[in-house]
């Protein structure tokens, strides 16, 4: 069996759930995997067979999307050129983590797909949302990497659909313990906007991973890392707690391990709001603007006492049984 693997690249937990599932994948066939995006700095360790610069996020530095740059670096000519090249007819199985250039492909050569991923969860009304729905956000979950079958991921099973979240085999096996230091993974903050608050806290010590970090070293109470996986799961195993923003790898993965957590979306970024539901819903805090009492935040989350939902994590061969088992082949 022949399998395309299309993996966006807007953000390191999709290439991170990639890598996770790829052996679990090759018992099934041959994978062919596609990276359609230019954000994530976490390097591929899969045979990635196709690349396309798809549609890319960009931050401005304090939190937030940088729009302008968003809107400046998409080419859709490039885009469709890219969904035309693909060879999809030669793939029995399709599987798409929310790409936009595979499912235009799959439109245009008329082939079959499933989209699976966490992205799909919020194809269902049940899946938490922030008390103010974004028109545009919803607009996007359904049109923008749509296929004719969808296999969710989130926190908890919102719907039958939706399964536990892929947690890393490391992560998985790893016994836990707490070394007292704070992990930090924020890659929508500049260092200049966070620096400050981190260094008023003399008696925390911090591990904080930054792509603009080329080498691993610390400056007072903070440790600074550039960003790879073997380094942040070990700061995550036997970290205290992690600040983190709105995504859904790195939360499930701190909930797995039963740490503390802190989490801040992106503004205006819809799915990250839709997940710090979630998480609030959870008893997880949420802090939605980062402040000049950023700090003081800090110190008051790691003084409270909060039990949080034990996190599940995914049956793998389990789901992708159900996958394959399900899968509507052309």
């Known amino acids: 069996m022949k399998i395309f693997y299309a993996v966006q690249a807007t953000g390191n937990g999709h290439i991170s759930r990639a890598t ?19 954000n994530a700095t976490l390097q591929a360790t ?8 798809g549609c890319s ?13 968003i809107v400046k670096k998409f080419k859709p000519y490039q885009m469709y050129k890219d969904a035309n090249d693909l060879p999809l ?23 079959h797909s499933v989209q699976f991923g966490h992205q799909a969860s919020f194809l269902s009304e049940y899946t938490p949302r ?29 719907d039958t659909f939706i399964h536990p979240p892929i947690i890393k085999d490391g992560i998985v096996q790893a016994t836990p313990t707490n070394l007292g230091h704070i992990t930090i993974y924020l890659p929508s903050f500049d260092k200049d906007c966070l620096e400050r608050a981190f260094q008023s806290l003399p008696q925390v010590h911090f591990h904080w991973f930054l792509d603009t970090v080329k080498e691993k070293h610390t400056v007072q109470n903070i ?15 036997h970290c205290e707690g992690i600040i983190t923003g709105g995504g859904f790898e790195t939360p499930s993965e701190a909930l797995f391990l039963e740490k503390k957590l802190l989490s801040i979306p992106i503004k205006s970024h819809y799915e990250q709001e839709c997940n710090a ?6 008893g997880v805090p949420v802090e939605y603007e980062v402040q000049d009492d950023f700090n003081q935040v800090i110190e008051n989350w790691l003084n409270s006492k909060r039990v949080y939902p034990k996190m599940k994590a995914n049956n793998i061969p389990e789901t992708l049984a159900y996958l394959f088992d399900t899968y509507k082949r052309n």
């Not at 899969?46 to 690349?51: A, E, G, L, T």
């Not at 440790?223 to 195993?237: C, E, H, M």
């Not at 539901?277 to 959870?282: V, W």
């Open 57 to 69: 996020l960009f931050y401005s530095k304090c939190g937030g999307l940088d729009y302008w740059n």
């Open 89 to 111: 007819k030669e793939y029995d199985v399709v599987i798409n983590d929310f790409d936009s250039v595979t499912a235009l492909a799959c439109k245009l050569q008329k082939v």
């Open 277 to 282: 539901a979630a998480l609030k819903a959870m």
């Open 46 to 53: 899969i045979p990635v067979k196709y690349r396309s610069k």
């Open 20 to 38: 996770q599932l790829f052996p679990y994948l090759q018992k099934y066939g041959e994978v062919d995997f596609f990276l359609s995006g230019s």
């Open 223 to 237: 440790t600074y890392f550039p960003v790879n996986q073997k380094d942040f799961n070990q700061s995550l195993i």
């Open 130 to 158: 922030p008390e103010s729905r974004s028109t545009v956000g919803e607009f996007i979950f359904k049109n923008y990497a749509p296929a004719p079958q969808n296999l969710g991921l989130h926190f908890q099973p919102y």
